[in-house]
């Protein structure tokens, strides 16, 4: 079955604290790979849209990578306003865009 | 400024009724698409239309009916509300409907079926 898995579904961290949140994916086909933040109230804001093996893309303190089977959003000494939840998608396969979303992980960053 | 806009932001109403849900981008893109988030955040796609034309739909139950007036605008009228209904629905929009397109989304309009 085609699936997104995020992980872990919460994490705290301390403010200057590097860390690491997870996207694996099941789909045949991946044609991308697309990160979201999305803040208490507001609608998902694009990040990052990776489409193969290998890719890296970096914004502020924010990094994303793709493997075959996963991908990862490496946070770089966060601050508060970094909390959010992230959300991971996928598109593959045929031709229309449907987008697969995870179940986001929460990130709470403590002064 | 705003990319793409979502009206009412909230709407309570009770079971049995029906209520509509508008959006509208000012971005040029072809596609639009609905989106509903349940209580646990996960976020899955409804329907799709490109230039007017409805190219994804979901297994939405027929209550549910979007209408596009132009490439511009995507509303989504709700017959027979039901408290399963409650949830945040969520607007977006990307320059064609290519599997590669990022999609950029609306604030959301939080449905309350009491």
């Known amino acids: 079955e085609d699936q997104v898995t995020q992980s872990p579904e919460a994490l705290r961290l301390q403010e200057g604290e590097s860390s690491s949140l997870n996207c694996s994916y099941t789909?045949?086909?991946?044609?991308?790979l697309f990160w979201y933040r999305q803040d208490p109230g507001k609608g998902p804001e694009f990040l990052f849209t990776?489409?193969?093996a290998g890719e890296e893309k970096e914004k502020e303190r924010l990094k994303a990578t793709l493997t075959k089977k996963e991908s990862f959003l490496h946070i770089t000494a966060p601050k508060p306003e970094d909390s959010a939840t992230y959300l991971c998608?996928?598109?593959?396969?045929?031709?229309?865009?449907?987008?697969?979303f995870g179940t986001g992980t929460l990130l709470a960053v403590q002064p | 400024d705003t990319a793409v806009s979502q009206t009412p932001k909230y709407l309570v109403t009770q079971m049995g009724n029906d209520k509509s849900i508008k959006c509208e981008q000012n971005?040029?893109?072809?596609?639009m698409y609905w989106y509903k988030q349940d209580s646990k955040k996960f976020l899955k796609i409804m329907f799709s239309?490109?230039?007017?034309?409805?190219?994804i739909n979901e297994t939405v139950p027929n209550r549910f009916s979007p209408k596009s007036p132009d490439k511009a605008h995507l509303n989504l009228h709700i017959n027979s509300l039901e408290l399963g209904d409650s949830a945040v629905y969520f607007c977006?929009?990307?320059?064609?409907?290519?599997?590669?397109?990022?999609?950029?989304f609306g604030p959301g309009t939080r449905l309350t079926v009491l």
């Open positions: 971005l040029g893109h072809d596609t």
């Open positions: 789909v045949s086909g991946l044609r991308g």
């Open positions: 239309y490109n230039n007017k034309e409805l190219i």
């Open positions: 990776l489409y193969s």
């Open positions: 977006a929009s990307s320059q064609e409907s290519r599997v590669t397109d990022t999609q950029y």
């Open positions: 998608a996928v598109s593959y396969g045929g031709a229309t865009n449907k987008l697969i």
